[in-house]
C-alpha cells in the first residue's frame, strides 16, 4: 500500500508533519532536570483538552485499552458489581476485561447500532438502593458501529438516583475529536490514547482521574502492578517513559488548543456531515440508527445483502491503496468504515469518498460514480467559510 495515500480508518489516525517532527527528537535521559517540562506540557495539556478542572492525568506507555484496565484496576475489588451496555466491539471488550478481573457485571445487551440505553441505566440505578453498582460504563464512542452515546444523559441518571457509583467513559476515539467535557459530565475515569483524535503514533494510553476516583483508589484491592495510579502518582515516571510520544502529545495538544476546541469538534461535525451525505447520495445508510446518535470520528455503512464489508476493504487497499475500515464482531462482512478523524480535510475526505465509489462499484454494490462525490462537495461547499454554523 502506498504510504503517500492518507488512511481512512478509525485510528490510528493520519499524523501531521509537525507532529511526527515533535516525536523525533534524540534520546533524553528521563530522569535528567529537562525531562519534568516535557512531562508537564503534555500532561497540563491533556487536562485542557479534557475539560478538566480538578484531578490527575496519568500516562501510561501503552494503548488505550491499558487505559481501561488501569480506569478498572485501580478503584475496583474483586466481586464489585459494575453496569454497562453491551452494544458494539469495544463496549463489549470492556465488558470481558472486568469480567477477567472478577468483577460481576450487570450487562444491558442493545442492538449494534444504538448507544448506551440512559433509560434502562436510569431504571437500573434507581433500583440500586443498596448501591451494589460501583461503576458504570459508558462507550462514548463506539468505533464498530458509529454510534456516539449520551455521557451527560448518563451522569443525570446518576445524579437522579442519588447514585455513588463511579462514571468511567471510554473516550478513546472521541477525545480530542469529539465535545467531551469532564468536569461538567462529571466522569470520574476518562480513557483516551494517542493514536486517534491526538493525531501520534500508538503508545501511549492517556486516563483523566477525578478527584472521586482518586480517593476510590485508595480502598481498591484489585491486582494491579505496571497500571498502578500510586506509583505513578508518586514517582512520575516509575519505568522507562516514551518520551518521544509525550512530546509529541505536548505538541498535539498546542495544536488542538491553537485551533479552538469548538473549531476542532466543528471542523469534525462539518467532514463528518459531508461523508453521510455521501452515503446518502449511494442509497445506503449509516449502521448507527438515528441520527443524534452518528458519529463525528467514524461512519459505518452498511452494504447491500450479498456484499462483503471486509472484501470491499481488502479490495480497496490492493486496487487503490487506501485503507478503510473493515466490519467488527457482529457486523464483520456487513458494513464498511470510513474514519474522518484527527488530521483530515475537505480535500482528503473527498479523495477518501472517491476511493469509497471505485471500490463499491469494483465489488458490485449499485452506487453511481460521482454520486456520493457530488452530495460531499455540495455540503462542503455550502459550509466552508462558517464550520461553526455547520456543527449548530
Known sequence: MSSQNPVFIPGPTNIPEVLRRACDIPTMDHRSAAFPPLFERAKSGVKRVLKMDEGEVILFPASG????????????????????????MFSMKWIDLCQRHRLDVEIVTCPWGEGAPVER?????????????????????????????????????????????????????????????????????????????????????????????????????????FF????????????????????????ACDMLLEEGLDNVFARHHRIAEGVRKAVVGWGLRPCAVAPALYSNSVTAIVLPEGIDGNALCRHAADAYGVAFGAGLGEVAGKVFRIGHLGMLTDVLALSGIAAAEMAMADMGVPVTLGSGVAAAQAHYRATKTDPVRAAA
Not at 175 to 183: E, L, N, Q
Open 65 to 88: 485499552t491499558g487505559g481501561w484496565e488501569a480506569a478498572v484496576t485501580n478503584t475496583l475489588s474483586p466481586g464489585d458489581k459494575v453496569l454497562a451496555a453491551r452494544h458494539g
Open 121 to 225: 441505566f436510569a431504571e437500573i440505578l434507581a433500583a440500586d438502593t443498596a448501591h451494589e453498582i460501583k461503576a458504570v460504563l459508558v462507550t462514548h464512542n463506539e468505533t464498530a458501529t458509529g454510534v456516539v452515546s449520551d455521557v451527560a444523559g448518563v451522569r443525570r441518571a446518576l445524579d437522579a438516583a442519588q447514585h455513588p457509583a463511579l462514571l468511567m467513559v471510554d473516550g478513546v476515539s472521541s477525545i480530542g475529536s469529539m465535545d467531551f467535557r469532564m468536569t461538567e459530565w462529571g466522569v470520574d475515569l476518562a480513557v483516551a490514547g494517542s493514536q486517534k483524535g491526538f493525531m501520534l503514533p500508538v503508545g501511549l494510553a492517556i486516563v483523566g482521574v477525578s478527584p472521586k476516583a482518586l480517593a476510590a483508589m485508595e480502598g481498591a484491592t484489585l491486582s494491579r502492578c
Open 228 to 251: 498502578d495510579f500510586r506509583d505513578m502518582l508518586k514517582l512520575g515516571t516509575p519505568y522507562t517513559p516514551a518520551v518521544g510520544l509525550l512530546n509529541g502529545l505536548g505538541a
